[in-house]
């Protein structure tokens, strides 16, 4: 499986649906969260995990099973957490996961601290792993609580090497499905899309036979988006590469998965030539010959975008977390990308032979996409009414993009494939991040060294004393050496912008500007005091 070729790739699913409490309403969803996620992964022909359950365990029985699902790990393997239960806040705003016998009183002590995982994650060596997060915020908050109504994971959870995926961002509940009062059990909507995206293959965007962490939040945002539920889930990643979570086994034709039914074993890829002939096998004679259903249209990798942030000049000196919403393309579910309505045949362009290029160009040169069918080598008779053909729909999406301290006006970040969606379904572009601080109202930024103009009273200069100047860190008090003549500079060494690449900071200068009337001045520095 690629994202992990020599480590082992392990699951610990925790679901917790009854309480001793009766202030913690039962959860009828968590139990089936855990089955349904553990035949996917678990499943050789999709996730090939190593999956361990937990199910209505006590707090204690959940801390031992997350410290020795985190220790004695290798760097290359892949780590997949899931967490079915409630979610509560103490009285500091800090996040805990309830366990059987969480008593919300004593939060720190019956249930699972948010922190207590975090720990065990920043200790363990495994360099990739994945959080699945399905927990019910609502009345986490009791009476007279401090905090706001955010659930703070990306400060509790994320860090580097990991991607969190949550079932919501605020205190919403995180629906269990449209007939809450139903007999029967069912997976909760995001759980319930994340499983449904891995079994079908159709999280498989760039139908590339592989599902990566991206594609699968992708999915399950969509998938909840369409179906209405009052939730939006949210994803924080900062993780080397892509990771791919599964194989897309029954995807929409997706070129490296397999319909259903197919053997478990290593598929093959059918290579551009003959494909080519597949699709003129038949010969022309008056009739279009229908693409194979695994071929689809041509996909091309989508156009990269750039976002601008504004971020104030202690924000770029010395670092931030900041969420971005932008209007981007995702695969199209109606047709998975193929643009065509739903069981309608997609034809080989006539002008092309289904190439997408048309006529022939030096060697060297760029190929010229086909004018008749814009280059996506098919022709749709009845095109999907929810893309209109395009294999790809507008949404607005949210991402969480660290910004490194030291960055400058101007600097942009690249987040790779977090852009759209290429036409047909085609791999994601990049998405550029475009710096723009903004102006300190007394700090003047030059490279990482900053400056500040100070006017102090005479008397101050040939005495000295201590004068109070504005710093990134707030206000500090600077000792003025006796004899200060006009002109001079005070350096603060280290109290300057962070340096991007490499450790340290920059200087705070501080230029002194002697006063011509020491009452008025004295008066002035008094005050500011």
């Not at 955010?150 to 605020?170: D, I, Q």
């Not at 945002?221 to 993780?239: D, I, K, N, T």
């Not at 006529?359 to 996506?376: I, Y």
């Not at 572009?429 to 109202?441: F, G, Q, R, S």
Request: hydrophobic letters at 35%.
């Amino acid at each position: 499986m690629p994202g992990s070729p020599a480590g082992r790739r392990d699951a610990l699913l925790i679901a917790t649906g009854q309480y001793d409490s009766p202030d913690l309403r039962p959860l009828r969803s968590p139990r089936q969260d855990c089955e349904g996620l553990a035949a996917v992964l678990g499943d050789p022909a999709i996730g090939d995990f190593r999956v361990q359950q937990h199910v209505d365990a006590t707090s204690y029985e959940v801390k031992r099973a997350l410290e020795q699902f985190f220790r004695h790990r290798g760097r290359a393997d892949l780590l997949l957490l899931h967490l079915s239960c409630h979610g509560i806040k103490d009285d500091e705003g800090h996040l805990h996961f309830a366990a059987r016998d969480t008593d919300k009183d004593l939060p720190a002590s019956t249930a699972v601290p948010a922190a207590f995982l975090h720990d065990q994650m920043a200790r363990c060596r495994a360099r990739t792993i994945v959080v699945l997060l399905d927990c019910c915020y609502s009345g986490a908050f009791l009476p007279g609580t401090k905090g706001d109504d955010h659930v703070h994971v990306k400060e509790e959870l994320a860090g580097h090497g990991r991607a969190v995926l949550t079932a919501t961002s605020r205190t919403e509940y995180a629906w269990e499905g449209d007939q809450l009062q139903a007999a029967a059990p069912q997976p909760s909507r995001f759980t319930g899309a994340l499983i449904e995206g891995l079994r079908t293959g159709a999280a498989d965007a760039d139908r590339d036979g592989h599902i990566t962490v991206n594609e699968l939040y992708d999915y399950a945002y969509e998938h909840l988006h369409r179906s209405g539920a009052r939730q939006r889930p949210q994803m924080w990643v900062e993780l080397e590469g892509r990771v791919m979570l599964a194989r897309a086994v029954a995807g929409a034709g997706a070129p490296g998965g397999r319909s259903a039914g197919a053997s478990a074993g290593p598929t093959a890829e059918v290579p551009a030539e003959q494909a080519l002939f597949d699709r003129l096998d038949h010969g022309w004679n008056g009739v279009d010959p229908p693409f194979s259903t695994s071929l689809g249209r041509l996909a091309r990798r989508g156009t990269d975008a750039l976002v601008s942030v504004e971020l104030p000049l202690v924000e770029t000196a010395l670092g931030t977390v900041r969420e971005l919403a932008f209007d981007s393309a995702a695969v199209c579910a109606g047709c998975a990308g193929r643009g065509a309505a739903a069981d309608a045949p997609v034809y080989a362009c006539r002008l092309c032979a289904g190439t997408g290029t048309y006529g022939r160009v030096a060697k060297g040169e760029p190929t010229v996409p086909c004018p008749h069918c814009a280059g996506s080598g098919v022709r749709i008779p009845a095109p999907c009414p929810d893309c209109a053909g395009e294999g790809r729909v507008r949404v607005r999406r949210t991402l969480s993009v660290r910004v490194p301290a030291g960055v400058d006006h101007g600097t942009r970040i690249q987040l790779a494939g977090e852009g759209e969606v290429g036409p047909g379904g085609g791999p994601r572009a990049d998405l550029y991040v475009n710096v723009v601080e903004l102006p300190h109202p007394e700090l003047q930024r030059h490279g990482d060294d900053l400056h500040l103009t100070r006017s102090i009273p005479r008397s101050l200069a040939r005495a000295g004393g201590t004068v109070e100047v504005v710093t990134l860190d707030g206000v500090r008090s600077v000792r003025v050496p006796a004899g200060l003549r006009p002109g001079q500079t005070l350096r603060l060494a280290g109290y300057g912008v962070r340096h991007l690449r490499g450790g340290g900071s920059g200087d705070l200068l501080i230029h002194v500007e002697l006063a011509g009337d020491d009452a008025g001045a004295e008066a002035g520095v008094a005050a500011a005091r």
